[in-house]
């Protein structure tokens, strides 16, 4: 392999990292420190013509290919043992055009990257919560954040991409070239080729009233029904998630992660969380959107993790007392359990712009199983199974594409977009890569 490796490092701009090189340990990095897995090769691009030459020469040599953005997907995707990665972590380059509105960001960039340029106008996209997730691969899977009762899921807001697809094609994809390419990029994942770049509708926001509203005891079960009460009804202007950890007495605590970017100084159902009697710690006030952004800040490449969760219509009391007592089985703390609401600006928009089909669902419940010690990894998958099936009972769709393990059948894969959305993303499958090359995703296999 050696002579090979030469010659595609002599071809591309960038570099080519192999075992036994200083930087290859930390680029082989995932953020779920479950995957462990030795590529024959990473191919650090710099810009599109080293994307077409390293998913040429993957193919040339029969090798299989991974495309890695910000290396944050649970399921590993990003990285192969044996084959070829190809990462984009030197292309993060974000540019904004303030009169049109419009950032164009580089395949590799990571929402830091994103915001903080962004910002620097008064702009944003609604996005993810954690500034490492990568831009791309987070907007491919939908994309679920502190903006998304505002503006929409971060796939609403992609109004273009340059991609490169493995038969060396440069495609562009947007309203007026080849938009259904553009459709099944909103949520169709990493299938249809390597985005070099894509291009965003930005909003003005500066600040917002945010950050972590913590409860223990007997309020975590009454903020969980006002959070309830406050994503079914509460104004568009105020996006809301809640998490359930446990303390260090392992007793379940609840974390609710308002943004509220309205006029009013503060709305009536957030003032009502905020007088919840088993509130602990109210870090609620008035910042900076990137301040925002900083609430969940987990190291990367520190913990194993291993997620389940679905689309839910409702979050009835039963559900609600389920969930918590979930957060006590195992004994030790378990990670957590996310719900992100999906009320507001996603309901407003044509469903048919997007291939997904969860918009419709109240919330997104998702089981996170969150641990160091590998002796732990089998009782900890087996926690989020169970979380996950106490669950399904109020299931509208399939799990969620971005947080998906890669051991998921197809069925939930499918179910995730519908059946005919399902059918039209394969045939785009068979027209961008027939051969499956691009497997290592939520997968779509061509059609026929
Ligand atoms: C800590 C953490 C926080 C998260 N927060 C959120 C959140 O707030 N909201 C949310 O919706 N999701 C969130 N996610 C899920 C996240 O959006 C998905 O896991 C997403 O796939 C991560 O993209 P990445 O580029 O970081 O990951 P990678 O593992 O690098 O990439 C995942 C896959 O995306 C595709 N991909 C990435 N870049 C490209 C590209 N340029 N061209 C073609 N395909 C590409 C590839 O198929 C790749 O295998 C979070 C995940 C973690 C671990």
Known sequence: MAQPLDDLRARLTGDVLVVGDREYERARLCFNLLIDRRPAAIARCVDVDDLATALAFGQARGLEIAVRGGGHNPAGHCVVDDGLVIDLSRMRDVRVDREKRIATSQGGATWLDFDTATQAHGLITPGGVVGSTGVTGLTL??????????????????????????????????????????????????????????????????????????????????????????????????????????????????????????EAEAPEALRSLRAVSGLVN??????????????????????RNYWKGHFVAELPDRLIDDLIGCMTTLGRPPGGILIESLHGAPKGLDPASAALDYRNAAFNISAMASWTDPAYDEESIDWTRKTAAAIEPWSVSGGYANYMQADEPIERVRAAFGPDSFARLQALKARYDPDNVLRRNQNIPPAG
């Not at 007793?251 to 609710?256: D, G, K, M, R, S």
């Not at 008035?286 to 952004?293: A, H, P, T």
């Open 141 to 262: 899977g939908g994309g679920i954040g502190h903006l998304t009762a505002q503006y929409g899921l971060t796939c609403d807001n992609l109004i273009a991409a340059e991609l490169v697809t493995p038969a060396g094609e440069i495609v562009r994809a947007c309203d007026d070239q080849n938009p259904e390419l553009l459709w099944g990029l909103r949520g169709g994942g990493g299938n249809f080729g390597v985005v070099a770049q894509a291009e965003f509708r930005l909003h003005p926001l500066q600040h917002v009233v945010g950050g972590r509203l913590e409860y223990k005891g007997e309020g975590v079960t009454e903020a969980l029904r006002l959070f309830r009460e406050l994503a079914n009804n509460g104004p568009r202007e105020l996006s809301v998630q809640a998490q359930l950890t446990t303390d260090s007495s392992l007793a379940p605590q609840l974390v609710v992660v308002p943004c509220y970017s309205g």
């Open 282 to 303: 109210d870090g609620v006030r008035r910042q900076g959107f990137l301040e925002q952004q900083r609430i969940f800040d987990p190291g990367y490449g520190v913990d």
